[in-house]
T-cell receptor, first 112, second 112 residues
Framework: DVKVTQSSRYLVKRTGEKVFLECVQD?????MFWYRQDPGLGLRLIYF???????EKGDIPEGYSVSREKKERFSLILESASTNQTSMYLC???????????FGPGTRLTVT | GESVGLHLPTLSVQEGDNSIINCAYS??????FIWYKQESGKGPQFIID?????DKRQGQRVTVLLNKTVKHLSLQIAATQPGDSAVYFC???????????FGRGTSLIVHP
């Protein structure tokens, strides 16, 4: 079974803190994604990566950055957390285009 | 741009009934469609997919129907069980894109 793990299930941070969310997949997938999920807004793509050290902006990249130094690991960074970044963050991976995505369990981030 | 929407935000059914969850998409170039199930506190999980060269695809207790003429997708769940209670998302992509567009989700509530 494909496994996508995320470093934390729940996280509470203060405004202005730098936040790292890590995601690891064990199936050698090329593509990895970070989404945020908010009630009524569904899943919105923040960034994705189609290869090591490659990244592309999604729909809402402002306030976020990413890092992919190894194929299996994709990190989401909030440079200076703000309260409007309180959300559920979901990581996903997929082997190729036009294929299902495998999601991690999510990290519920609260910024106070 | 592409948008994917769901007709009903909440669907309540009795255990044993059949459930139908609908989804409309706007991009006529969409050629790959997926249904995901998201249980409370978990990431979305793949249920079934369909490509645009098909009208119908069946899985275990689930059937996806695609009507390209009206750009409509549906998920049918036979003999709905309490364990089927979850939020169901449709997603579509086109042109070999790595990036699917997600609908906002329908909450399925199964009453015993």
């Amino acid at each position: 079974d494909v496994k996508v793990t995320q470093s934390s299930r729940y996280l509470v941070k203060r405004t202005g803190e730098k936040v790292f969310l890590e995601c690891v997949q064990d199936m050698d997938h090329e593509n990895m994604f970070w989404y945020r999920q908010d009630p009524g807004l569904g899943l919105r793509l923040i960034y994705f990566s189609y290869d090591v050290k490659m990244k592309e902006k999604g729909d809402i990249p402002e306030g976020y950055s990413v890092s992919r130094e190894k194929k299996e690991r994709f990190s989401l960074i909030l440079e200076s957390a703000s309260t409007n970044q309180t959300s559920m963050y979901l990581c996903a991976s997929s082997p190729t285009a036009l294929y299902e995505q495998y999601f991690g369990p999510g990290t519920r981030l609260t910024v106070t | 741009g592409e948008s994917v929407g769901l007709h009903l935000p909440t669907l309540s059914v009795q255990e044993g009934d059949n459930s139908i969850i609908n989804c409309a998409y706007s991009n006529s170039a969409s050629d790959y469609f997926i249904w995901y199930k998201q249980e409370s506190g978990k990431g979305p999980q793949f249920i079934i997919d369909i490509r645009s060269n098909m009208d119908k695809r069946q899985g275990q207790r689930v059937t996806v129907l695609l009507n390209k003429t009206v750009k409509h997708l549906s998920l049918q769940i036979a003999a709905t069980q309490p364990g089927d209670s979850a939020v169901y998302f449709c997603a579509s992509s086109s042109g070999g894109s790595y990036i699917p567009t997600f609908g906002r989700g329908t909450s399925l509530i199964v009453h015993p």
